[in-house]
């Protein structure tokens, strides 16, 4: 179930670069929003069966508070809402002023695709199902990157305490949840590109999928090939 779940996240990154190079600009909110009559009814099995070869690998995603996510990129809006995001249209775009926060923004892209999945006619590698008990896989949505990027970039500001803050606060959250308990963290994927990013309790989560750039400062302890996925960088692509 692992394996499949690594594949399917894989595919899901590599097909929206491989659909982006083929057609150049394209309207990427248009692609991760169907219309707002698209409904979240996914065919959903029990824990444990096995989905056809053809069908979507089904994945939970973590209600988690705001500031865990998009809540870093409403700083400058003075928003104090700390409600979860549940649905596409909550979503804000991606700023186009965003500079090198760009390139590590994988982790929004994803959020973004499992908000937006479930409509008519799609195919997908995979989709958002909103009961735990159907999930083959468990998706993190705490963009740890951004976290890195806005709160203390230098390393020594003490601004960074807020990312340690919600570092601390995440794994709080996780260890209560059973299904973390149920597979210790194995069947959860946690976007992680930027190389500083969960830097300061990433060993914590070592048993877990990770989206990367690369292992060029992870230790084997934490990031291999064989359970983790190697994310592209997505200023990398023009329509991103």
């Not at 083959?136 to 500001?157: I, K, Y």
Request: with cysteine; proline share 7%.
């Amino acid at each position: 179930m692992y394996g499949k779940a690594i594949i399917s996240l894989a595919f899901v990154t590599l097909l929206l670069i491989t659909f982006s190079l083929l057609i150049g600009t394209v309207d990427i909110r248009s692609y991760f929003f169907p219309s707002p009559d698209g409904a979240h009814n996914f065919p959903c099995k029990p824990t444990g069966t096995q989905s056809s070869p053809s069908a979507p690998l089904k994945v939970y995603m973590y209600d988690l508070p705001r500031r865990f996510n998009i809540g870093m990129m409403e700083r400058k809006k003075g928003g104090g809402d700390d409600t979860p995001v549940t649905t596409a249209e909550e979503l804000p775009r991606w700023p186009v002023n965003a500079g090198v926060r760009r390139q590590h923004s994988v982790e929004y892209w994803l959020m973004a695709s499992l908000l937006g999945s479930g409509g008519e006619g799609e195919e997908r590698e995979a989709v958002r199902v909103l009961d735990p008990e159907n999930a083959e896989a468990f998706f993190v949505p705490f963009f740890s990157s951004l976290s890195f990027n806005t709160h203390g970039r230098n390393m020594t500001d003490p601004e960074t305490e807020k990312d340690r803050q919600l570092q601390v606060d995440l794994i709080s959250f996780l260890r209560k949840s059973k299904y973390w308990q149920r597979s210790g963290g194995r069947d959860h994927v946690i976007p992680m590109t930027h190389p500083n990013a969960f830097r300061f309790l990433r060993q914590l989560v070592n048993a877990s999928i990770l989206i990367v750039a690369d292992f060029g400062r992870y230790p084997k302890s934490l990031s291999t090939l064989s359970k983790d996925v190697v994310s592209p960088y997505v200023h990398n692509v023009d329509s991103l």
